[in-house]
């Protein structure tokens, strides 16, 4: 494969897809008379049945006045049409990979077989919202090599929109410690018993995650993915009087423990995701952070 020299973001991508592509591909997109053609009324079941059978080379009519394709020919109309629309898949990314690719990059180039690697993986992505979460990828890539690993290329390359949503819902209730690059999603806590409390076991509170958009299917599901730890997490014992920082997007929470023996409990993100992490547009929700703080209170003093 050709070296991609270093330079600036774009001319970097131009770079990248003269020597996968072997051409410029188009930066503006433009829908075709098949693309508009595509478009049917949901109840239209015949319309929408032809196009399918179109798509499978499978004949659409028999009552045509023409002599139908033979298999064989059908077979060859299905392979060239599925490449062609791996190949428009491929080139959309790579164009919508300009709108973010950063100025200034790396001295370090794109690693050749991260590049193949990516390509192969994005010849069947058609969603338009994935096709720009994949892209976002190439141009973190392009900004700062080795930001991705194949690891998680794979893994994205099975996620479904279904599941990148719950995703990107899990992202909008991340907190992260100061100075800690893994998010974490609270949800309750434990207060150990004390000498007199050896009776009534440990006090603690629970937050139900549904109420903000996050299901718990939808955990499970994150987890499956390997993009959540598989077990709750515990803190370790938080020291009263010790500050205690938490970041939650635009929002910089202080607090501190009122006794001791307080355990916070939470969802940790996995490295896989954590690299996931910045490239959704996810944003703070209001109602989350004010239940954690109310969820917390019996436990955390919070300043201001």
């Given amino acids: 494969m050709q070296k991609i020299s270093a330079g600036r973001g774009h001319q970097r991508l131009l770079q990248l897809a003269r020597s996968q592509l072997g051409h410029e591909f188009e930066t503006k997109t433009t829908t075709t008379d098949a693309e508009a053609a595509s478009v049917v009324q949901s109840s239209d079941f015949n319309q929408r049945h032809q196009r399918l ?3 499978s080379g499978a004949p659409v009519s028999v009552d045509t006045g023409f002599k139908a394709p033979t298999l064989s020919q059908r077979a060859e109309r299905r392979e060239r049409m599925h490449k062609e629309r791996q190949q428009s898949n491929l080139e959309k ?19 050749p077989d991260w590049f193949q690697q990516y390509c192969d993986l994005v010849l069947n992505i058609s969603n338009q919202t994935m096709q720009q979460l994949w892209a976002k990828i190439l141009a973190g890539e392009i900004g700062q090599p080795g930001s991705f690993s194949l ?19 899990a992202a909008s209730l991340t907190c992260r410690v100061r100075l800690q690059d893994s998010g974490h999603i ?10 007199w409390q050896l009776l009534t ?9 549904s109420q903000f958009g996050l ?9 499956d993915l390997n993009l959540l730890h598989q077990i709750e997490i515990e803190s370790g014992e938080l020291i009263p009087d010790q500050p205690l920082q938490l970041q939650y997007h635009q929002h910089q929470l202080t607090c501190k423990a009122k006794h001791s023996g307080v355990v916070l409990q939470y969802y940790k993100f996995t490295a896989v995701g954590v690299e996931l992490l910045p490239l959704l547009n996810s944003q703070a929700n209001p109602a989350y952070l004010q239940a954690v703080k109310q969820l917390f209170s019996p436990v955390l003093d919070f300043e201001g």
Avoid: W
Avoid at 151 to 169: C, G, N, V, W, Y
Avoid at 201 to 209: I, Y
């Fill in 186 to 195: 609270y949800f309750g806590y434990v207060r150990k018993p004390s000498i």
């Fill in 151 to 169: 690891k998680t290329l794979f893994l994205l390359q099975r996620m479904s929109f279904k599941e990148a949503l719950a995703l990107q819902k």
């Fill in 93 to 111: 990314i790579m164009a919508l990979a300009l709108d973010y690719c950063p100025e200034y990059v790396a001295d370090m180039d794109v690693d």
């Fill in 201 to 209: 076991g440990r006090s603690k509170a629970v937050l139900n995650l």
């Fill in 53 to 55: 059978a179109q798509r």
């Fill in 215 to 223: 299901t718990f299917p939808q955990i499970l599901s994150l987890i």
